[in-house]
């Protein structure tokens, strides 16, 4: 059983530059939520894709989008970096939308310079 | 504003002695996470507990949850060194689809 695989794993940006993160879920999940963490705070909920439809979000701006495709598999889309985006970009996958625990990825770790 | 809570933030205890983290949510919920968190890595998911009164256990480590108080405790039984790491709870709301994390407690157990 694969688990869930981020790419890439460490990336550099400046700001104004747009990014796009990766996740393929684990074998049978067809959700997948995105959380952003800041170093030494817990992960704060970006949004949440079911069956390719996003179906929650938290309080991220409109320059945060994603995407999940018919796989499961998704992508987070950052627009006009700001440095304040700094942070490990963690994708979770799950069997259904809150009944089920989340399987995390290692995270991709954004820095913008 | 949905808020968790947990305390406490830090913690250092000896091997072998008992211990207890809280958390505390400031919404209507039946469903809370806890995970674990060791430095530099990400998330292992602990328990799932998806109903008042829900208990469940793991080795050392016991979870329970009381949706009338929104309180969910984490309970550690003669720590092992094995157990250092910082620990979350989270919180689900059926009604708009988010997960919200506490603020974690960063656990240091001392051989």
């Known amino acids: 059983e694969t688990g869930v695989t981020q790419s890439p794993t460490h990336l550099i940006k400046t700001r104004g530059q747009q990014v796009t993160l990766r996740c393929s879920s684990q074998s049978g999940h067809n959700t997948v939520s995105w959380y952003q963490q800041a170093l030494g705070q817990g992960p704060q909920f970006i949004f949440q894709y079911y069956r390719e439809e996003e179906n929650g979000r938290g309080n991220f701006p409109p320059r945060f989008s994603g995407l999940q495709f018919p796989n499961y598999s998704s992508e987070l889309n950052v627009n006009a970096l700001e440095l304040d985006d700094s942070a490990l970009y963690l994708c979770a996958s799950s069997l259904e939308p809150g009944n089920q625990p989340q399987h995390f990825g290692d995270g991709t770790r954004l820095s913008i310079l | 504003e949905l808020k968790v809570e947990q305390n406490p933030l830090f913690l250092s205890m000896q091997e072998g002695k008992n211990y207890t983290i809280y958390c505390n949510y400031s919404?209507?919920?039946?469903?809370l996470y806890w995970y674990r968190q060791d430095p530099g890595k990400s998330l292992e998911s602990l328990f799932v507990?998806?109903?008042?009164?829900a208990v469940k256990q793991e080795g050392r480590l016991m979870a329970s949850l009381d949706t009338k108080a929104r309180l969910s405790t984490l309970h550690i039984t003669a720590a092992v060194h094995d157990l250092s790491a910082t620990y979350f709870c989270a919180v689900f709301t059926s009604g708009t689809y988010k997960y919200i994390f506490g603020t974690g407690t960063r656990l240091k157990v001392l051989a």
């Open positions: 919404t209507t919920s039946d469903r």
């Open positions: 507990l998806l109903s008042n009164g």
